[in-house]
């Protein structure tokens, strides 16, 4: 009888503390854009609009960097570098909460030219050292 109870016990736990893996959200990425759907001011991973790694010249790019482990007073950079490697464009911002979004946002075609198709890469950093790249392919 105890070493039912013992089986009984056993899979009853299992199957109580088998949940289903849930993916953990990108902390940095490109979609088209942020929608507030829930109208509270509040960046939510599921506001983001066609997350991917392409996108057309008739399209807007946003680059997401979701900070959450950097200490307040850090320095958070975003840089944008085209195919050739050359950089584009630059953004800095303070960290001042101990979660702060750090956005770009473009529209592909004035990134863009015959020149500088193909594969662009965003490079996130806290204070100078580089955290995560995110490469995407910019097509006419």
Same mark, same amino acid.
């Given at each position: 009888?105890?070493?039912?109870?013992?089986?009984?016990?056993?899979?009853?736990?299992?199957?109580?503390?088998?949940?289903?893996?849930?993916?953990?959200?990108?902390?940095?990425?490109?979609?088209?854009?942020?929608?507030?759907?829930?109208?509270?001011?509040?960046?939510?991973?599921?506001?983001?609009?066609?997350?991917?790694?392409?996108?057309?010249? #008739?399209?807007?790019?946003?680059? /997401?960097?979701?900070? &959450?482990?950097?200490?307040?007073? $850090? +320095?958070?950079?975003?840089?944008?570098? #085209?195919?050739?490697?050359?950089? /584009?464009?630059?953004? &800095?911002?303070?960290?001042?909460? $101990? +979660?702060?979004?750090?956005?770009?946002?473009?529209?592909v075609g004035d990134l863009i030219s015959e020149e500088s198709k193909g594969v662009w890469?965003?490079?996130?950093?806290?204070?100078?050292?580089?955290?995560?790249?995110?490469?995407?392919?910019?097509?006419?």
């Amino acid at each position: 009888m105890k070493k039912l109870l013992f089986i009984l016990l056993v899979l009853t736990s299992c199957s109580i503390t088998n949940k289903k893996y849930t993916p953990r959200p990108l902390h940095y990425f490109a979609c088209n854009a942020w929608i507030d759907r829930n109208h509270d001011g509040k960046y939510d991973y599921y506001e983001f609009v066609n997350i991917k790694k392409t996108f057309h010249s #008739s399209e807007n790019i946003l680059f /997401v960097g979701f900070f &959450t482990k950097s200490p307040g007073g $850090s +320095k958070l950079t975003f840089r944008l570098f #085209s195919p050739d490697g050359y950089l /584009v464009r630059e953004v &800095t911002q303070i960290q001042l909460y $101990s +979660k702060t979004l750090l956005h770009s946002q473009y529209l592909v075609g004035d990134l863009i030219s015959e020149e500088s198709k193909g594969v662009w890469k965003g490079v996130w950093d806290v204070d100078g050292v580089e955290v995560a790249e995110y490469e995407v392919n910019l097509i006419f």
